[in-house]
């Protein structure tokens, strides 16, 4: 069966450049949550979309930004980069509604030098 | 959003020992989701609870939710090697986010 697929798997960056993280969920979900989990931590919410639209903001720094495409893949842009961005960003896709299971892609690893 | 604490933080058993995890709120949670995350993995869906006093079962693994919907509680009846991996719960809100709790890691030696 068909995944969340993250890309890249890795990154590096240094302190102030940018980066772009990309999603692409399992065809037919319609929502896309994207989460921060930094080491031994548990994963934080930072945003979703529904159908294109953001439709719930968690604990997203104001230079971080996402939008959902016409494809429904998503890509989550990061600027300014700091070292305690340093941490693995999950993307997870489900179907809409009240208890539906997310599922999580394998995330992407950020680490700041 | 809805938050949880669960105890305890770390659990070393052997195998064939059981194990359980607590999930506690202060407020009344809709529902409850469980997840596993193994090391270097992805949390993966476990379950869901939403119905008062409900009770779950997967093979080994019991899930319950409290009469009152302010706890939870996930048991593993001899456990085994694979169980090892760190195990969360998650209330959703009204926008279906998951509000994970600190997670019980597990750690089992056989």
């Known amino acids: 069966a068909a995944g969340v697929i993250q890309s890249p798997r890795h990154l590096i960056k240094e302190k102030r450049e940018t980066a772009t993280l990309k999603c692409y969920p399992i065809?037919?979900?319609?929502?896309v949550y994207w989460y921060q989990q930094g080491p031994g931590q548990d994963p934080q919410f930072l945003i979703s979309f529904y159908e294109k639209m953001q439709s719930d903001k968690g604990s997203i720094p104001d230079r971080f930004s996402a939008q959902q495409f016409s494809d429904y893949h998503s890509e989550l842009n990061m600027s300014s980069l700091e070292l305690g961005d340093s941490a693995l960003y999950f993307c997870a896709s489900s179907r809409t509604g009240p208890g539906q299971p997310q599922h999580f892609g394998d995330g992407t690893r950020l680490s700041i030098l | 959003g809805q938050q949880v604490m669960q105890i305890p933080q770390y659990q070393h058993v052997q195998e064939g020992e059981d194990f359980t995890t607590y999930c506690n709120s202060s407020?009344?949670?809709?529902?409850i989701q469980w997840y596993k995350q193994r090391p270097g993995g992805h949390p993966v869906f476990l379950i869901q609870?939403?119905?008062?006093?409900e009770v779950k079962k997967q093979k080994r693994l019991t899930f319950q939710f409290g009469e009152a919907k302010k706890n939870s509680s996930l048991h593993i009846t001899a456990t085994q090697t694979t169980d090892v991996g760190t195990y969360f719960c998650?209330?959703?809100?009204?926008?279906?986010?998951?509000?994970f709790g600190k997670g019980t890691s597990l750690l089992v030696t056989p």
């Open positions: 065809p037919r979900h319609d929502t």
């Open positions: 998650a209330p959703s809100d009204s926008g279906y986010a998951l509000n």
């Open positions: 609870l939403v119905k008062s006093g």
């Open positions: 407020t009344t949670l809709s529902n």
